[in-house]
């Protein structure tokens, strides 16, 4: 896989968009890697079975096309890095 960008800037529990904590999914091909620079963060894939808490030392894998979310577990501070499969690139 390619890392195609990393989102910046660094999202908190103050600056969250309010669609990332909503079920929402990557297009097809595209991976992202949930990565928490401070604090927790739960993350949920329920079609997955997953309900995670993310931290400095656990990230998080957001499959294609599966409907995810994420909420704050107090002061939280993270990125995304997202990938694409290399059969995927236009």
């Known amino acids: 896989m390619v890392l195609l960008r990393i ?3 660094i999202f908190t529990d ?3 968009p309010a669609g990332l ?3 929402r999914s990557t297009k097809t091909g595209i991976w992202a890697k949930i990565i928490v620079t401070e604090g927790r963060l739960r ?3 329920d079609t997955l079975g997953t309900d995670v808490e993310l931290s400095l030392d656990k990230f998080g894998i ?3 096309e599966v409907l995810h979310s994420v909420g704050p577990l107090g002061t939280v501070h ?3 890095e997202f990938y694409k499969e290399p059969d995927h690139f236009t």
Request: aromatic letters at 16%.
């Open 7 to 9: 989102k910046k800037p």
């Open 14 to 16: 103050k600056s969250l």
């Open 21 to 23: 904590k909503n079920d």
């Open 43 to 45: 993350y949920r894939a």
């Open 62 to 64: 957001v499959v294609p």
């Open 78 to 80: 993270f990125f995304v």
